[in-house]
């Protein structure tokens, strides 16, 4: 399945609706679509619910699959399961 979103924001607002369902399963973890710029990409991200809580709490951060690193100075922190992006917006 292809993402149809066309840019990080759309994509960011699917992952707040699948965090929201998840909660509601009281789910511990879930996948997250990798919120970065090519439309193309169908990577996926899987993290507990409270890592992807404690990144919207951030709200200048975009999630990252950890295939994806960064092409400019932007700031951002790796870890072994994803990529925190920081937008500075």
């Known amino acids: 399945m292809t993402r149809?979103?066309?840019q990080p924001h759309v994509t960011r607002r699917v992952n707040d609706s699948v965090h929201q369902v998840l909660d509601k399963l009281?789910?511990?973890d879930g996948e997250f679509w990798c919120?970065?710029?090519?439309?193309?990409?169908e990577e996926r991200v899987?993290?507990?619910?409270r890592e992807y809580?404690?990144?919207r709490e951030r709200r200048n951060?975009?999630?990252l699959s950890p295939?994806?690193?960064p092409a400019s100075t932007l700031i951002y922190s790796a870890f072994?399961?994803?990529t925190y992006l920081s937008t500075r917006d």
Do not use: G, N
Not at 35 to 41: F, G, N, T
Not at 46 to 49: D, F, P, Q
């Open 4 to 6: 149809l979103a066309t």
């Open 26 to 28: 009281a789910a511990e």
């Open 35 to 41: 919120e970065c710029d090519d439309i193309h990409c």
């Open 46 to 49: 899987l993290l507990t619910l």
């Open 53 to 55: 809580a404690a990144l």
């Open 61 to 63: 951060e975009r999630l």
């Open 67 to 69: 295939v994806h690193q």
């Open 80 to 82: 072994e399961t994803h």
